[in-house]
């Protein structure tokens, strides 16, 4: 399958004429005959023959969990919300009973009868008077409601027990505003004691909403249990307890290298018991308990541990794997020695169960779930944020679980995260560090990682933003990151991997945690902010080496920012221009090594008008690259950089 690329709407080519090929400074802005305040020229530099420094063409990955309803009610593409009837002192949320003409019925929870040891629990509708008309039973109104649209078909299943003869179960999917019913069949419970059953709902021609229930009702007098309840809409390469299409896409075109998961705090927990124990989070769904989340909500798991690796094969990535470390978010921690070594097992296991092969106990866990061949792996990571940990126990912690994990799995690459004191042998690969800053903060960091020490660990940035917007980030948030995304090339000698967080965040009302998310979404729709969009240029346009390069002309305290790489492979220079300032950048680039012939370089911008600016749910391409062609005689490029404007130039460099 090919994935769509970032630039998919309004392709506006602009043919940009530059030195030799023009009568002088070409601009967005001259384009539109208007004069606009410019800055001094400023000469950029860049000799391609002479490689200083490498780059990690790898740099840009994902960083996930579940938080703002990334995987419930966003990539995992169930449309049932509380499917395995989680109750609180109001009742069971998300579910409403429904009773038609002289129906009645009773619903409680039976906390004792459930379909399996880990959902031992189900809702028990007691019905006494339904008949054909006057039906009676449930409905469930999804994550913001279900999305219906025409000519699909949803598949659904439940388990239910039958006390007497309460006739097929009907399920209907109905508008919530006009009452319409979109799709409707019946399922016979013919089997004995708790029983899944399966079922398909097909829309005709309905118009698209997300303003939908399911409804579950029967028409005769008995009692049906019922547990783990599901509605799955066409999901992506149409896998069974598969993702979001529309968000996997979106992702594809980051071109990211990995994902880090399952966490940040979900893989800790709020306290010791809320551990991510990716154990139970494996297997068939019924075996699934679910847990407490630390992000206020219940996950039920269905999107476990092998629904990770398998989005990471849908992408076409690598798991860097977090393992829990023994610390939880409300500060306690296990004590390192024997009381931390079940936690240290746990994380062998999970890496036996991502990369053993079928001989193996885990591996062959992993086969009988469903995927016969071992993941790659390269990295793993030693727990999340431990620098919060004021015990001072994670050096402690972090050496147990490195000393178990190099003894076993030497090929790996270990993270710590936090600068650890530990004996030699024992040091960390990489330190995980993590920026969330202002624009006007993560301008002032650009520096930061110039005058780092080259030697020790190596840097993994997984989690960082530039952060104002809400729900996702707006453009002067994109500039910050672009500006920090330059940064990190350049310093992608010691900068390996990084991952911008969160990731996801459903738009609406109530869904969100945490603000300034990278992709928003409600049941329908998905958008790209303008941090997105600077993400898929950055991602999909950077080499793995760094040839000499320098600026003058430009004030070291204006926002003006650059990087430059070279592809080995194809012979591309990719250069990235990120002007934060309210005035256009003229640039005059010397690109020593390239022929004296006419050349043709591409080039992508991403221009918005404020700081402020931004797409939405309703605006969702206000702001976007748009593609032009830079064409130039000689080695030298007279280039102006709009205002506000982040871009890539590609130059075929051979
Ligand atoms: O990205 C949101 C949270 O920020 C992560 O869960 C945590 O690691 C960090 O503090």
Not at 87 to 108: F, I, K, P, Q
Not at 247 to 260: G, Q, S, T, V
Not at 406 to 417: D, F, H, M, V
């Amino acid at each position: 399958m090919r994935f769509p690329i970032c630039i998919t709407s309004r392709r506006v080519v602009r043919v940009l004429f530059a030195a030799g090929l023009s009568a002088g400074w070409v601009t967005a802005s001259a384009q539109s005959h208007h004069v606009a305040p410019v800055q001094p020229v400023a000469h950029l530099e860049v000799d391609t023959s002479v490689i200083a420094k490498p780059a990690s063409q790898g740099l840009y990955g994902l960083m996930t969990e579940e938080i703002n309803h990334s995987y419930q009610g966003g990539l995992y593409a169930e449309l049932l919300s509380n499917s395995t009837f989680r109750g609180n002192w109001m009742g069971v949320d998300n579910w409403t009973e429904v009773v038609r003409g002289d129906a009645a019925l009773t619903a409680a929870m039976d906390r004792q009868d459930g379909p399996s040891a880990a959902l031992h629990s189900g809702l028990v509708l007691k019905v006494t008077a339904a008949s054909v008309g006057n039906e009676a039973g449930l409905s469930n109104s999804g994550y913001w409601g279900i999305p219906v649209r025409a000519n699909t078909t949803y598949k659904g299943s439940f388990y239910a027990k039958v006390d007497g003869d309460v006739g097929p179960v009907t399920a209907r999917l109905i508008n919530n505003q006009t009452g319409a019913v979109a799709a409707t069949t019946h399922v016979d419970l013919g089997g004995s004691g708790w029983t899944r059953y399966e079922f398909t709902l097909k829309t005709g021609e309905v118009k698209t909403s997300a303003n939908n229930n399911l409804e579950l009702t029967v028409a005769r007098p008995g009692t049906l249990h019922l547990q783990l309840v599901s509605l799955f809409p066409p999901t992506y390469e149409n896998q069974p307890n598969g993702n979001r299409t529309d968000l996997i896409e979106k992702m594809a075109a980051m071109h990211p290298n990995f994902i880090r998961l399952p966490g940040g705090n979900y893989l800790e927990g709020d306290t010791l018991k809320d551990w991510y124990n990716w154990k139970e989070t494996i297997g068939p769904l019924v075996d699934r308990p679910g847990h407490m989340a630390p992000w206020t909500y219940w996950s039920t798991d269905g999107f476990g541990l092998m629904e990770f690796l398998k989005w990471t094969e849908e992408l076409h990535v690598e798991p860097i794997l977090a393992v829990y470390a023994g610390y939880a978010l409300r500060g306690e921690h296990v004590k390192p020695g024997k009381d931390l070594e079940p936690y240290v097992q746990s994380a062998l296991d999970e890496v036996e169960y991502v990369t053993g092969d079928a001989s193996t106990k885990w591996g062959a866990e992993r086969a009988k779930n469903g995927h016969a061949a071992p993941f790659p792996l390269h990295y793993i990571e030693i727990g999340n944020e431990d620098w919060f940990d004021k015990s001072g126990s994670y050096d402690e912690r972090y050496a147990q679980f490195a000393e178990a994990l190099r003894k076993k799995y030497p090929q790996y690459k270990l993270i710590a995260t936090a600068p650890v004191k530990v004996k030699a042998g024992n040091e960390p690969d990489l330190i995980d560090d993590h920026y969330y800053k202002s624009p006007a903060d993560m301008f002032a960091l650009v520096h930061h990682y110039d005058d780092a020490p080259r030697t020790g660990p190596k840097v993994f940035v997984g989690e960082w933003a530039t952060r104002s917007g809400s729900p996702t980030p707006n453009f002067g948030d994109a500039l910050g990151d672009a500006a920090f995304m330059t940064s990190m090339e350049r310093n992608s000698d010691i900068i390996k991997i990084a991952s911008y967080a969160p990731l996801l965040v459903n738009v609406n009302p109530g869904a969100m945690q945490w603000p300034t998310d990278l992709i928003g979404y409600d049941a329908l729709t998905s958008y790209g902010s303008p941090s997105y969009y600077a993400q898929c240029m950055f991602g999909g346009h950077i080499g793995d080496e760094q040839p000499q390069n320098s600026i003058t002309g430009v004030d070291p305290n204006a926002r003006f920012f650059y990087s430059v790489t070279v592809s080995s492979d194809t012979h591309v220079l990719h250069l990235k221009l990120v002007n934060a300032t309210t005035l256009d950048q003229p640039l005059e680039i010397a690109l020593k090594g390239l022929g004296a012939g006419a050349h043709e370089a591409k080039l992508i911008s991403l221009h918005g008008a404020t700081f402020q600016a931004t797409n939405t749910i309703a605006d969702p391409m206000a702001i976007h690259p748009v593609d032009g062609v830079l064409r130039f005689a000689g080695a030298v490029v007279k280039h102006t950089v709009p205002a506000y404007t982040i871009e890539v130039l590609d130059v075929p460099v051979k």
